[in-house]
């Protein structure tokens, strides 16, 4: 599953903060899922909580958020949501899920039409915090 | 916020031999035409070989490969598709199809990201990156992800691209990325220009491919590729930077 290869990303980018400190010192980490790239959720949370076990830090607690996506029309200003693109096959979805840039291919500004837009947020995987215990700071 | 996908990028690879990126600052100088057909060449010589193009905005390596685009098979990633026996292929144009993809900067650097992170190589002899033209997001990008990428940069013999080629040799000595060679494409037996070039940034001379009028027929078909006079040149041109 493609949930596992950006699962094991957190993990690697999660080690590499801890780098050089003992892996107690995790306290928790908090992962945001955009939800252009429509991961699933259940099949990450499991991914992750596998790979989580296998580590020393697994004493940490995880946290996953999802975050709605926002997209902004650079011709004509405009701001809208998924919901506000309708007509997307599930091919474009499978598309965007396996690269949400795709979907540049796929939506156009419901405003003017434009193909020149912006994901403001909602992309993908993302780590919002990695908390360190005070005592190792 | 933090974007884990670079922490990974490593591990994808660890199993790649020799990453080159087929790069060139002018356009239709024939990069995906080299890269194409250099991995077809490696391929039926026994090499296990991925075609990465990151072209994303021109994407055309899977046409001269004669890959239809379709949605990748997934085992805790994404699986390139098989273009021939011993070839790979990954390219944001299995997931666009034939739609324009109209990206600027941070969008082209988040789509490499992304395929450099989840696409699952396995072991390869070597990975051939398609490059697009110029010095912009993908070179720099792919300089800062992959510190082992070599460039194998491509020319023809006009002033014109000799010219802005010189530049991005500039460029890539300043970034530390070594240059495996020099090629002159189009060569038409005038690859005087080019020789010197590599000369005169102190890099290597790689060969010359000349024009082939068999090439147009040949594209979307690996086993008419590997039999072109390009297919030919190439093959002295891998064997100069130490691929055969």
Redesign the interface.
């Known amino acids: 599953?493609?949930e596992?290869?950006?699962a094991?990303?957190?993990i690697?980018?999660?080690?590499?903060?801890l780098a050089g400190r003992d892996p107690s010192c995790l306290k928790s980490v908090s992962v945001?899922i955009g939800e252009l790239q429509a991961i699933d959720r259940g099949i990450f949370d499991f991914a992750l909580s596998s790979l989580w076990e296998e580590k020393p830090f697994r004493s940490a607690s995880f946290t996953l958020r999802t975050e709605p996506a926002e997209l902004s029309c650079r011709a004509c200003g405009c701001g809208w949501g998924l919901e506000q693109s309708p007509g997307l096959t599930s091919?474009n979805r499978?598309?965007?899920h396996?690269?949400?840039?795709?979907a540049?291919?796929?939506i156009r500004c419901p405003s003017c039409g434009s193909?020149?837009y912006?994901?403001v947020r909602g992309?993908?995987?993302?780590?919002?915090n990695?908390g360190i215990l005070q005592s190792c700071l | 916020?933090?974007?884990?996908?670079?922490?990974?990028i490593g591990?994808?690879l660890g199993r790649v031999g020799r990453i080159i990126g087929f790069s060139s600052a002018k356009g239709g100088v024939g990069k995906t035409l080299c890269t194409t057909t250099a991995a077809v060449v490696l391929a039926r010589a026994g090499r296990r070989v991925g075609v990465l193009d990151l072209d994303?905005q021109g994407a055309s390596a899977h046409i001269f490969l004669g890959v239809q685009p379709r949605?990748?098979a997934?085992?805790?990633?994404?699986l390139p598709l098989s273009a021939a026996e011993n070839l790979f292929f990954m390219s944001?144009s299995i997931?666009?199809?034939e739609?324009?993809?109209?990206?600027?900067g941070?969008?082209?650097s988040?789509?490499i990201r992304?395929?450099l992170?989840?696409t699952?190589w396995g072991p390869l002899d070597c990975l051939l990156v398609d490059m697009p033209p110029g010095i912009g997001d993908e070179v720099l990008d792919l300089a800062r992800l992959i510190p082992r990428l070599e460039a194998l940069v491509i020319s023809t013999p006009s002033a014109v691209s000799v010219a802005v080629v010189r530049r991005l040799l500039a460029v890539l000595a300043e970034m530390r990325v070594p240059v495996s060679g020099v090629v002159a494409n189009m060569a038409a037996g005038r690859a005087d220009s080019v020789r010197e070039m590599a000369a005169q940034s102190g890099n290597a001379f790689a060969g010359e491919v000349q024009v082939d009028g068999a090439i147009e027929a040949a594209i979307g078909d690996v086993v008419r590729l590997a039999s072109t006079t390009a297919a030919a040149d190439l093959c002295k041109v891998l064997a100069a930077i130490g691929l055969l």
Do not use: N, Y
């Open positions: 599953m493609h596992w290869a950006l094991e990303a957190v690697a980018a999660t080690s590499s903060v945001l091919a499978e598309a965007i396996f690269l949400p840039e795709a540049h291919a796929f193909p020149d912006q994901v992309r993908g995987v993302s780590i919002e990695i | 916020m933090m974007d884990p996908r670079e922490s990974i591990t994808r994303l949605m990748p997934e085992d805790r990633g994404i944001a997931f666009a199809g739609k324009a993809l109209a990206l600027r941070s969008e082209v988040d789509a992304e395929l992170a989840v699952q």
